[in-house]
C-alpha cells in the first residue's frame, strides 16, 4: 500500500505525456508562421511590380524579373503578368480603340505563387495577386 501512496514522479510522468503535444503544437505554429511570413515576402513581391508599372514599365517579362528580383531569393516562385484590355467593361485587344478619341482601359494581373512544404502542414500553394490598372 505504500506504493500507492508515493506521489514522486508524478511531475515527471505528467510531463512525459504533455509534452509531445505541446511540442506538435510549437511545430504546428512554427510552420504557420513561416507560411505566413512567404505569404507577405509575395505580396511584397507583386506590389513592387505594381509599382513598376505606375512607373511606366509595361513589358510583361521585365514586371516578371523584377517581381522575381524583389522576392528576395526565394526559391521555385512562380509569376505570370496577364494584359488585358476593355472598353465600357467589354474585353477588346489592346490595340484598337473604343472610339476614335477614346483609347480601351488597360489591367494589368499580376500573381505570384510558391508551393510551402512545411513540418507537419501538407504541401500547399502560397500566392498572391495585385491588380493594376494603367489607363
Known sequence: ???????????????????PFLIMALLLMLDVGIAVKERMDLDHSTRSGAQAVMANVNETQQIKDLVVASAGGMQNITVSVEKTCTCDGASVGCTSWCTPTTPPSVFLQISAAKTHTGFLLPAFNVESQTHVQIR
Open 1 to 19: 500500500m505504500k506504493f500507492t501512496r508515493d506521489e514522486r514522479g508524478v511531475a515527471g510522468v505528467e510531463m512525459a505525456l504533455v509534452s
